[in-house]
C-alpha cells in the first residue's frame, strides 16, 4: 500500500528492478496478495469461531491478529512488485494522485476483485465449508455501521498518505497496526476495502456482510478515502508531485528508468 521506498536490497540496482515490473506482473501481484488477505481474514474468522466455544469477543481478535500479521507480511512480500494496494480505495486515491496511470485502474481493480473471491473460495475449502461461495446473511446495516466504514477508510488512507510520504518503511507496519485497532473501534469491524466487501458478501460465516448491505459499505469507503487524500493534499502540498516516489513507478520501461536516473542525480 504505496510501498516502495524500501524494494531494493543493498547493491541491487533500483532502476533494474522497476524496469522489469511490467503491468502483469504487477497486476498478478495485487491478484495474489489479495487472495491471501481474504484467505486470512475469512479462515481466520472461521477458526476463531469454530474455538471459541460462542465467545464472540475471543473469535474477533483472534480475527483481528490475524489479520493484521498477514497484512503486515503481505504488504512487505508484494509491495516491491505492485505497491501493495489490495484495495480498489486505494487504487483509485493513488492514480488521483499521479501515483499510477488512471489507464492502469482497471487492472488493478479487476485483479484485486478476482484475488478477494478466490481468496473466500480457499478459505472455504480449506475449512470444508460446503460450497466455493455462499450468499451472507450477517446483517451490517444502518447508518453507525456506514459512519463506521467511512471513518475507517478515512483513517486508513490517512495512515498510508501520513506514513508513505514522510516515513515509507513503516507503512506495513502502520497500515496492520491500524486495521488491527480498528476491528474494535468502528462498529463495522473496518472492512475499509470495497473488493473485501464485495467478496465478503459471497461468505456466509463469521466475516461476512449480507450483499445488501455491501453498496452502502463500499460508497461510505470511497468517500472516506477521497476524503482522506483531500486532506493530505492539503496537510502535505508536494504529495500529488511526490505519489510517483513514494510508491514503485508504474510506467513503461524507458519512463521509470529515466525517472530513476533523475533520482539520483
Known sequence: MLYAEQSCEAGEDRSTLQVNMTLARRVVSEAVGTALLLAAVVGSGIMGERLSGGNVA????????????????????FGPISGAHFNPAVTLADAWQHGIAWKEVPAYVAAQILGAFVGVASAHVMFGESSLFSTSQHIRSGG??????????????AVIWGCARLRSSAVPFAVGAY?????????????????????????????GIRPVDAPAFIAAQLIGAAAATSLFAWLIPSLAKD????????MDNRESATHERSNVR
Do not use: C, K
Request: hydrophobic letters at 60%.
Open 58 to 77: 475471543i473469535a474477533l481478535l483472534a480475527n483481528t491478529l490475524s489479520t493484521g500479521a498477514a497484512l503486515v507480511a503481505l504488504i512487505l512480500t
Open 179 to 207: 486495521i488491527a485497532g480498528a476491528y474494535w473501534f468502528t462498529a463495522s469491524t473496518s472492512f475499509a476495502n470495497p473488493a473485501v466487501t464485495l467478496a465478503r458478501s459471497f461468505t456466509n460465516t463469521f466475516a
Open 144 to 157: 453507525s455501521q456506514f459512519f463506521s466504514e467511512f471513518v475507517a477508510t478515512f483513517g486508513l488512507l
Open 243 to 250: 505519489a510517483s516516489d513514494v510508491m514503485l513507478p508504474h
